[in-house]
């Protein structure tokens, strides 16, 4: 794994209910030196330690044994304005991988999404990818908070697509980014499945 660089100064949480799997990822962002990992098989605890630490990084199930799943932690991350680290990348992992389950996870604001069953090439191209070239972050009136992932510009858009991007709003610091959640609608998990393609688009 000598390709990957080394990450030791970075830290990260794992949300999993399965305590074999939550070890498996372990194992895979050690191989990157990230040794200062957290892991949690409970939602709400999760998002008492974001709001309570700075973690650069989360790896969270889609599916788990609790009243919340993975979409719906991830856009409570997001749409928390005591969250520590509001640009902090999400992976998120399923065994599920439907375009639906795609366009929610994007939507919610999901930086990076890997299948079931993990190969640690896979999931650790991602980590390094997110923790190295990280995405600008933006918002959103649709109340989208999450990667920018318009495509780069080919020529001055016009017309709609002109005005959606001039009113998305980059997130520069942390605390871009509380200002920004803090200003956000209490249904916005409805409406962000309903983002504009030009603002939020698959990779």
């Known amino acids: ?6 990450l030791s100064e970075k830290s ?4 999993d209910d399965n305590p074999q799997m939550r070890e498996i990822i ?11 990992v957290s892991d949690y098989s409970d939602p709400h605890a999760v998002v008492r330690h974001l709001e309570t630490y700075r973690v650069d990084l989360a ?5 788990l044994m609790s009243d919340l799943d993975g979409l719906a932690v991830v856009d409570r991350i997001r749409h928390n304005p005591n ?5 902090m990348p999400i992976i998120m992992v399923t065994g599920y ?5 795609i366009d929610q996870a994007i939507n919610s604001g999901v930086d990076e999404l890997v299948t ?9 191209a991602r980590v390094t990818k997110a923790l190295t070239k990280p995405r600008r972050y933006i918002s959103t009136p649709s109340d989208y908070f999450g990667p920018d992932r318009r495509r780069a510009d080919r020529g001055a858009p016009r017309g709609v697509e002109r005005r959606e991007q001039d009113l998305a709003v980059e997130i520069v610091e942390p605390e ?3 200002a920004a959640i803090s200003r956000m609608r209490a249904d916005a998990f409805t409406e962000q499945r309903m983002v504009d393609e030009s603002i939020v688009m698959i990779d």
């Open 97 to 101: 991988p439907s375009i639906a389950v």
């Open 26 to 36: 372990r194992s895979m962002l050690a191989t990157v030196g990230i040794r200062s």
């Open 116 to 124: 079931k069953p993990l190969r640690t090439k896979d999931l650790l």
């Open 59 to 63: 790896v969270i199930d889609l599916v």
């Open 83 to 87: 969250i520590q680290n509001t640009t």
């Open 1 to 6: 794994m000598s390709t990957f660089p080394d």
């Open 12 to 15: 990260a949480v794992i949300l």
């Open 176 to 178: 871009d980014g509380r």
